[in-house]
């Protein structure tokens, strides 16, 4: 039994007692025995757990071809394999070697899964995501459907795709516990790119306000700091904002990088800075547009008299 090992043992000591075992029996024994298998799962396993992966990478390289073949098929070595390959994010070795282990999808299941397409969404990776999710099993693609990263990673391919239907259904339906600014982007970038097809043109930035305002993030993506009425913005936010406008009269537009750092200087999401940017200079038109007719009536005016 393996507790037989840790008989008398603090929790602490257990991975130096397990070295030392190795170690001994390495000294002593020149052919792979039970004893060997059952102290290096347990070293690799106890490695695992307290999260020396650097020792447990030094562990598995310097394994005999004969120890690598026998402990391959020990549980435990496995379980440690996997969450070394995680902590590598090597995604699709750990996804096999669960397949090959597990014959039921497990939580360990999920998380990998969920992270290698995360990845693969990330690094633009759509083929191999493709046939990834081509090849899940219906009870691997039921667990996964209700995973954020998973959800996250439909989204991208839809869009790749150009499936905007599917994306859009996805971004209002599943569950995001975590705010996403690139949810919002997405859900904005595929309402540009439909009023652009229905449209048969490029969008004026005014054409794209007015999609935003029509077509407002779903509360499955914005969380609950999105705010559409800039007036409700902090002070100290709105004056860091108003700051800039003034010193960028002649094209009050911030690009995307510009957005971003008035965001996290402001404290305040991306769609807000956006959004008081166009209010900002659809007010600025307003009273421009009423100061010319103004000017215009006292002129008529003058000519009258005259």
């Not at 499936?163 to 209002?172: D, G, I, M």
């Not at 790119?193 to 305002?213: A, I, N, Y």
Request: charged share 30%.
């Amino acid at each position: 039994m393996e507790e037989d090992l840790f008989i008398g043992l603090p929790s602490n000591g257990r991975l130096e007692y397990l070295s030392w075992c190795w170690r001994f029996l390495q000294s002593c024994a020149t052919d792979v025995c039970d004893m060997h298998i059952k102290v290096a799962s347990c070293l690799v396993d106890q490695l695992a757990i307290e999260g020396e992966f650097h020792r447990l990478r030094q562990f598995i390289s310097n394994l005999s071809l004969d120890e690598y073949a026998v402990l391959y098929g020990n549980e435990k070595f496995n379980k440690a394999m996997i969450r070394l390959y995680v902590e590598e994010a090597n995604y699709v070795n750990a996804l096999c070697l669960l397949k090959s282990c597990a014959t039921d999808v497990c939580d360990m299941h999920i998380k990998v899964a969920s992270c290698l397409v995360d990845q693969l969404a990330i690094e633009g990776e759509f083929h191999r995501l493709r046939q990834f999710i081509a090849n899940l099993s219906l009870d691997e693609y039921a667990v996964l459907y209700g995973n954020e990263r998973f959800n996250k990673a439909m989204i991208r391919l839809y869009v790749e795709e150009a499936n905007y239907v599917n994306a859009l259904c996805l971004l209002k339906n599943a569950k995001f516990e975590e705010k996403d600014e690139s949810l919002i982007r997405i859900w904005d970038d595929i309402q540009y790119k439909l009023e652009e097809l229905r449209k048969g043109r490029s969008l004026t930035s005014l054409d794209r306000f007015r999609v935003r305002k029509r077509n407002p993030p779903p509360p499955s993506i914005r969380g609950e700091e999105w705010r559409r009425i800039s007036s409700r913005l902090p002070q100290k936010a709105t004056h860091l904002l108003r700051l800039w406008l003034n010193q960028h009269v002649k094209r009050p537009y911030p690009n995307r990088e510009q957005s971003e750092q008035l965001a996290r200087q402001s404290g305040l999401s991306i769609h807000q800075v956006k959004l008081w940017f166009a209010n900002a200079r659809r007010n600025k038109q307003k009273r421009q547009s009423k100061t010319r007719g103004c000017q215009h009536i006292e002129q008529a005016r003058s000519n009258h008299r005259t």
